[in-house]
C-alpha cells in the first residue's frame, strides 16, 4: 500500500519559519493536499493541489513539492499555528485515500 | 452554511455491529462524492470509504473492507457507515467528510466526528 512519511514533529520560534516534509513513491505524479488539526477540533485543508491555498489561510502559508517530496512552509511563524499537520494524496493504483502519519508543529 | 453531522457512536462491545450517520445540509449533497475518516485516540487520520456522488463506486480501506459499508440517501441527504464485526482497533472518532470534486481533490469539509469505543 502507498505510504507517506513526515517527521513527528517540528519545533521553531516564533517569527521564524518552519517546514513540514511529506515523502512517498512517484509523488510527483500525485496531488498532493495538508490539513491542519487542532487539539479537539476537526481536520481543515490549508494547502491543496500542493500550492493552491484555500480563502482564508493566512498568506504566510506556502506549498511547493520537488521530486518525491513535498513541503509545507510557514513563515513568521506565529503561536495560533502550532497544531498537527497531515499530507494526503490520493493514489490511484488501489483507489485508496492516503494520510501521512502527521506532524505535531511546536511553537517554542 | 455547510454543516454535517455525526451522530450513531457510542460504547459497544467486540464482534457486534453499529450503523453511523452523517446528516448534511448547506451542501449538494447530490454533486460530491463523501468520506468516513478516521482517527484513533492519539494517533493519525486514517482514511476509511469513499462512496461517489452516483453511489456507484465505493472503494474502502483494506483494514475495513468487508466488515464496513458505506451508503448514502440522496433523499434525506444522510451518509451512513454501517460497521460489523467490530474490534477494539476500530475505536476512533469517525469523521464525515466532503469531497471538493473527486479523484485527486482535497477534503474540503470535515463534520466534528463521532466517537466508537469498542471494549469488553
Known amino acids: 500500500s502507498y505510504v507517506l512519511t513526515q517527521p513527528p514533529s517540528v519545533s521553531v520560534a516564533p517569527g521564524e519559519t518552519a517546514s513540514i516534509s511529506c515523502a512517498g513513491n512517484?509523488?510527483?505524479?500525485?496531488?498532493v493536499h495538508w490539513y491542519q488539526q487542532r487539539p479537539g477540533q476537526a481536520p481543515v485543508v490549508v494547502m491543496y493541489?500542493?500550492?493552491d491555498r484555500p480563502s482564508g489561510v493566512p498568506e504566510r502559508f506556502s506549498g511547493s513539492k520537488s521530486g518525491n517530496t513535498a513541503t509545507l512552509t510557514f513563515r513568521r511563524v506565529e503561536a495560533g499555528d502550532e497544531a498537527d499537520y497531515y499530507c494526503q494524496v490520493w493514489d490511484g493504483r488501489s483507489d485508496h485515500w492516503v494520510f501521512g502519519g502527521g506532524t505535531k508543529l511546536i511553537v517554542l | 452554511q455547510m454543516q454535517l453531522v455525526e451522530s450513531g457512536g457510542g460504547v459497544v462491545q467486540p464482534g457486534t455491529s453499529l450503523r453511523l450517520s452523517c446528516a448534511a445540509s448547506g451542501i449538494t449533497f447530490t454533486n460530491n462524492d463523501m468520506h468516513w475518516v478516521r482517527q484513533a485516540p492519539g494517533k493519525g487520520l486514517e482514511w476509511v470509504a469513499v462512496?461517489?456522488?452516483?453511489?456507484?463506486?465505493?472503494y474502502y480501506a483494506d483494514s475495513v473492507k468487508g466488515r464496513f459499508t458505506i451508503s448514502r440517501d440522496m433523499s434525506i441527504k444522510t451518509l451512513y457507515l454501517q460497521m460489523r464485526g467490530l474490534r477494539p482497533e476500530d475505536t476512533a472518532v469517525y469523521y464525515c467528510?466532503?469531497?471538493?470534486?473527486?479523484?485527486?481533490?482535497?477534503?474540503?469539509?470535515w463534520g466534528q466526528g463521532t466517537l466508537v469505543t469498542v471494549s469488553s
Open positions: 467528510v466532503k469531497d471538493r470534486g473527486g479523484y485527486g481533490d482535497p477534503l474540503d469539509f
Open positions: 493541489h500542493d500550492t
Open positions: 512517484n509523488l510527483e505524479t500525485k496531488s
Open positions: 462512496i461517489s456522488w452516483d453511489a456507484k463506486n465505493l
